[in-house]
């Protein structure tokens, strides 16, 4: 796989596994691309495993900020409650949807925000369809 494709990889805010495929490749690579690519996701990713991951390679490494040690730091999304509300109030009102539907619900959701949707399914893990019914019982239907 070329760099340039793994960059794009690395880039894909659709789905986390795909970065984490990308970082694993750039483990084996030794220059300066890489590590940039490296130290930006262990400081910016939202999705926690791709995080850690990113942070144990650059420990790994010993590539550092600005001469600085990296510091990994408690996991957080980057969301807050009403940015979900928010989410969920408008394709409520887009696909007028007054009961929930799963499905519709799901794809409507990737289809407006899909980095949101892809950090909430791995955050969520096996309670992704309940945290998504309960966001859309709770948003408005104004």
Do not use: C, H
Request: charged content about 35%; overall charge positive; proline content about 1%.
């Amino acid at each position: 796989m070329s760099l340039d494709q793994i960059v794009k990889n690395v880039k894909n805010k659709k789905s986390y596994q795909v970065r984490l495929e990308a970082l694993k490749k750039l483990s084996k690579l030794d220059n300066q691309i890489a590590d940039d690519i490296i130290l930006k996701l262990a400081q910016t990713d939202r999705v926690f495993i791709v995080k850690e991951a990113a942070f144990r390679l650059a420990e790994s490494k010993g590539l550092s900020k600005g001469g600085k040690p990296l510091m990994l730091g408690k996991k957080d999304t980057g969301y807050k409650m009403g940015d979900f509300k928010k989410a969920a109030q408008l394709i409520r009102r887009r696909k007028k949807m007054n009961k929930f539907d799963l499905e519709l619900f799901k794809t409507a959701f990737k289809d407006k925000n899909a980095e949101m949707y892809d950090v909430m399914q791995y955050d969520k893990g096996g309670n992704f369809d309940a945290w998504l019914e309960e966001i859309f019982n709770n948003a408005s239907k104004k």
